[in-house]
T-cell receptor, first 113, second 112 residues
Framework: ETGVTQSPTHLIKTRGQQVTLRCSSQSGHNTVSWYQQALGQGPQFIFQYYREEENGRGNFPPRFSGLQFPNYSSELNVNALELDDSALYLC????????????FGDGTRLSIL | AQSVTQPDIHITVSEGASLELRCNYSYGATPYLFWYVQSPGQGLQLLLK??????LVQGIKGFEAEFKRSQSSFNLRKPSVHWSDAAEYFC??????????FGTGTRLQVTL
C-alpha cells in the first residue's frame, strides 16, 4: 500500500510568484485535505477535496486554490506569494468525508524570499 | 468555532518515566478527537482517535488517551517513555475526521 506522497520536498520562491504543490493520495482514498503549518505552529486547514469537488475551506484567501483529479491526486496553487506563505504544506488523504482518519504526507517546505 | 489548547509548549521527561500531555478543546457537539505525532522534517502520524464509545482509547506505541466530556479534555498518556518518543505532539478536534483544528503542539524531550 502506497502512502501519501508530496512533491516537491522543498521549494524556494520570491514574493509575487505563483507556486503549485502536488499530492498523490494513499491508494483507495478519495478525499484530500491540505494544511499549512507555519514554523512553531500546528497545521491549519486550507481546504478539502472530495471526488474532485471542493468540500470545505478554512480561513484562507482566494489566492489559495486547488484541484483534485480523477485519480484523486491533488494540487495546491498559491498566487501572488507573500512572505507569510513560508510554511510546511501538508497533504492528507482519507476515505470518504466521515469518520475515517487522515493519513499525512511528509509535506512540502515552501520558502518565500 | 472549534479550538484546541495545548497548555504545555515544551515538556522534558526522563526515559522510563510516565508522561501526560494535556489537551483541552472547544466544540459544540461530540467531537472527533485525535493525537498526532510529528518528528522533525516529517508529516504527522496518527497515534489514536476518539469518535464515540469507550472514553479510554488505546493507540500505537503504547499511548492511550482519555476523553472527559465534563472537562473538555483529551489528555495523552504513556506509562513509560522511550527516547524514541521525543517529537512534537499535536491534539486535534473536528466535526469529521478530516477537517481538523490542531493545537499549537507540545514538544517532548526525553533525557537518558
Amino acid at each position: 500500500e502506497t502512502g501519501v506522497t508530496q512533491s516537491p520536498t522543498h521549494l524556494i520562491k520570491t514574493r509575487g510568484q505563483q507556486v503549485t504543490l502536488r499530492c498523490s493520495s494513499q491508494s483507495g482514498h478519495n478525499t484530500v485535505s491540505w494544511y499549512q503549518q507555519a514554523l512553531g505552529q500546528g497545521p491549519q486547514f486550507i481546504f478539502q477535496y472530495y471526488r474532485e469537488e471542493e468540500n470545505g475551506r478554512g480561513n484562507f484567501p482566494p489566492r489559495f486554490s486547488g484541484l483534485q483529479f480523477p485519480n484523486y491526486s491533488s494540487e495546491l496553487n498559491v498566487n501572488a506569494l507573500e512572505l507569510d506563505d513560508s510554511a510546511l504544506y501538508l497533504c492528507a488523504s482519507s476515505l470518504g468525508r466521515g469518520d475515517q482518519p487522515q493519513h499525512f504526507g511528509d509535506g512540502t517546505r515552501l520558502s518565500i524570499l | 468555532a472549534q479550538s484546541v489548547t495545548q497548555p504545555d509548549i515544551h515538556i522534558t521527561v526522563s526515559e522510563g518515566a510516565s508522561l501526560e500531555l494535556r489537551c483541552n478543546y472547544s466544540y459544540g457537539a461530540t467531537p472527533y478527537l485525535f493525537w498526532y505525532v510529528q518528528s522533525p522534517g516529517q508529516g504527522l502520524q496518527l497515534l489514536l482517535k476518539y469518535f464515540s464509545g469507550d472514553t479510554l482509547v488505546q493507540g500505537i506505541k503504547g499511548f492511550e488517551a482519555e476523553f472527559k466530556r465534563s472537562q473538555s479534555s483529551f489528555n495523552l498518556r504513556k506509562p513509560s517513555v522511550h527516547w524514541s518518543d521525543a517529537a512534537e505532539y499535536f491534539c486535534a478536534v473536528g466535526g469529521t475526521a478530516s477537517k481538523l483544528t490542531f493545537g499549537t503542539g507540545t514538544r517532548l524531550q526525553v533525557t537518558l
